[in-house]
C-alpha cells in the first residue's frame, strides 16, 4: 500500500491502522479489497473526510491519499510529506511534529506599587 500525504493545520487527531487491503481510520473500518488491479474508487465513495482523493490499484499495489493533521508545532517533514511506500500491516507511522522549541515561560514577577526607599 501507498499512502499519499496532503497535510493541513489541524489539531485532530489520526490513527491508522493496516490489516492487508484494510485501514482502521480512528476506529472506523475501510476495507479496499474489492478494489482490484485497474480499478479506481472514486473519492466520493469514500464517506470519510480523511480520505482526499481516488484510490487505485496498480502493481498489485493500493495507491491512496489521505490527509495528514498537522499541530501548531508541525515538522518540515510534515509540511512537505513524502507518501509512506509499502506500507507494512500494524499502526502507521506518520511524520512527527517538532518538539517544542520555545523554552517555557517564566513567569512574570509582578511589580508592587510601592514608594522607593529615601
Known sequence: MRIVLEPQRRDDH?????????????????????????????????????FT????????????????PNPWNFSPEQAFPIPLESVPDG???FPAAMAEILPPEEPVAQELDQEPEA
Open 14 to 50: 489520526l490513527e491508522v491502522v493496516k490489516a492487508g487491503d484494510t485501514l482502521s481510520v480512528n476506529g472506523e473500518i475501510f476495507d479496499f479489497s474489492p478494489v482490484v488491479e485497474g480499478d479506481t474508487l472514486p473519492a466520493t465513495a469514500i464517506h470519510s473526510g480523511w
Open 53 to 68: 482523493g481516488q484510490v487505485d490499484r496498480i502493481n498489485g499495489e493500493l495507491v491512496l491519499t489521505m490527509i495528514l
Open 91 to 93: 499502526p502507521v507511522v
